[in-house]
């Protein structure tokens, strides 16, 4: 399936992924297909969402681009839907999100945070940033402005990476909390569900990004080598010191914010022509999963949608590394007590998390 509107409209997924290949090569022969408006889509998505770059570990070759995960077509099932469905923003909500850095207080947190500043300097390294790409790092996480802009790919590359990486912690904490909770015969307070549901959530940030590109074999080897060395990295350190791992996460997601509001500023500074380009068409899976409403489906409104997500992402970690972690419910999903009705925290609008006395009382 090649995710566009048209396409589906106008036959089945699978033909849609036929259609694409036939349509690529014969892209690169032409610049369009006249009179044919779904090619015309498709060669906009392709022309659109594959930019070449001198260093964007992408090894394969257009005429080689292909859907990962087409949707399976089975005799009975027509559609999946997500386990998780989005709980959706306000326009307000999502243009209230702003890059911000909670100071380190704690020995943990100064290792937390350390550790993301090393991780950011790698993410820099490996994603071929020149020194006039790179924000001020005295002020990295919050400062979104460098003197040259990132191209289309080097902007996909640094969304998948980093992506393919934030989706682990969630899965980690929500397994080791349910495990806990199996073998210690307690019960769990409402935490394992937002963890996972995180997980989720990043998973689909994940997705959706590999529908504008292919990477590469170095890519996928680096995907690959990553997520072993983390997911077991987080998972003993996790056994060790969750606060400090919720901090960790809370820091890797005041990254999130930052790159993802960097490029907020560069498309409306209308450095990411590629993207800005009327014909160029977000996948459908971005658009049902968000239930982004018809008029507001542009790449600008997509990268709103993840920032905020991430900014969700930032305050609830925040705020789990504030609380007695054995304890404490989860504040995000509590009911509270009379008086005290509608004052569920909004982790979005908190960059840098409740403190305990002001969510557990
Ligand atoms: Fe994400
Ligand atoms: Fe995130």
């Known amino acids: 399936?090649?995710?566009?509107?048209?396409?589906?409209?106008?036959?089945?997924?699978?033909?849609?992924?036929?259609?694409?290949?036939?349509?690529?090569?014969?892209?690169?022969?032409?610049s369009s297909i006249p009179g044919c408006p779904a090619a015309l889509r498709?060669?906009?998505?392709?022309?659109?969402?594959?930019?070449?770059?001198?260093?964007?570990?992408?090894?394969?070759?257009p005429n080689h681009l292909k859907d990962f995960f087409p949707a399976k077509e089975t005799g009975f099932i027509r559609t999946t839907p997500p386990a998780w469905p989005h709980h959706g923003y306000t326009e307000a909500e999502?243009?209230?999100?702003?890059?911000?850095?909670?100071?380190?207080?704690?020995?943990?947190d100064w290792m937390a945070w350390k550790l993301i500043r090393l991780c950011r300097w790698g993410m820099d390294f490996v994603t071929g940033l020149t020194p006039d790409q790179q924000v001020d790092m005295k002020h990295s996480t919050t400062a979104t402005s460098a003197s040259k802009p990132l191209t289309e790919a080097q902007w996909l590359v640094r969304f998948v990476f980093l992506e393919s990486i934030a989706g682990v912690p969630g899965m980690v904490a929500g397994m080791l909390r349910h495990l806990h909770s199996l073998r210690r015969l307690k019960r769990d307070n409402g935490w394992i569900e937002t963890l996972l549901e995180e997980s989720y959530n990043?998973?689909?940030?994940?997705?959706?990004?590999?529908?504008?590109?292919?990477?590469?074999?170095?890519?996928?080897?680096?995907?690959?080598?990553?997520?072993?060395?983390?997911?077991?990295?987080?998972?003993?350190?996790?056994?060790?010191?969750?606060?400090?791992?919720?901090r960790f996460v809370g820091y890797l997601e005041e990254e999130a914010v930052h790159t993802y509001t960097r490029c907020i500023r560069e498309?409306?500074?209308?450095?990411l022509p590629k993207w800005t380009d009327e014909k160029f068409v977000i996948p459908d899976m971005a658009v049902r999963y968000w239930?982004?409403?018809?008029?507001?489906?542009?790449?600008?409104?997509?990268?709103?949608?993840?920032?905020?997500?991430?900014?969700?992402?930032?305050?609830?970690?925040?705020?789990?590394?504030?609380?007695?972690?054995?304890?404490?419910?989860?504040?995000?999903?509590?009911?509270?007590?009379?008086?005290?009705?509608?004052?569920?925290?909004?982790?979005a609008l908190k960059p840098t998390g409740y403190e305990r006395e002001e969510v557990i009382g």
């Open 94 to 108: 999502m243009l209230a999100v702003e890059p911000a850095h909670r100071e380190t207080k704690t020995v943990g």
């Open 291 to 347: 239930n982004m409403p018809e008029g507001k489906r542009t790449m600008r409104d997509l990268v709103l949608y993840i920032r905020a997500d991430e900014a969700t992402h930032r305050g609830v970690n925040h705020t789990l590394g504030n609380l007695n972690q054995k304890e404490d419910p989860n504040p995000f999903v509590s009911v509270y007590r009379d008086g005290k009705e509608g004052q569920r925290p909004v982790a």
């Open 202 to 246: 990043e998973r689909m940030h994940l997705l959706t990004f590999m529908k504008m590109c292919e990477p590469g074999r170095v890519m996928k080897l680096l995907i690959l080598g990553a997520q072993g060395v983390f997911f077991n990295a987080m998972f003993l350190a996790y056994l060790v010191s969750p606060r400090i791992c919720h």
């Open 267 to 271: 498309l409306d500074a209308g450095l």
């Open 1 to 30: 399936m090649l995710s566009t509107r048209a396409t589906t409209k106008l036959c089945s997924p699978k033909q849609a992924a036929q259609l694409g290949r036939v349509v690529l090569p014969l892209h690169r022969a032409t």
């Open 42 to 61: 498709i060669t906009a998505v392709y022309t659109s969402q594959h930019p070449s770059s001198s260093r964007s570990f992408s090894t394969t070759t």
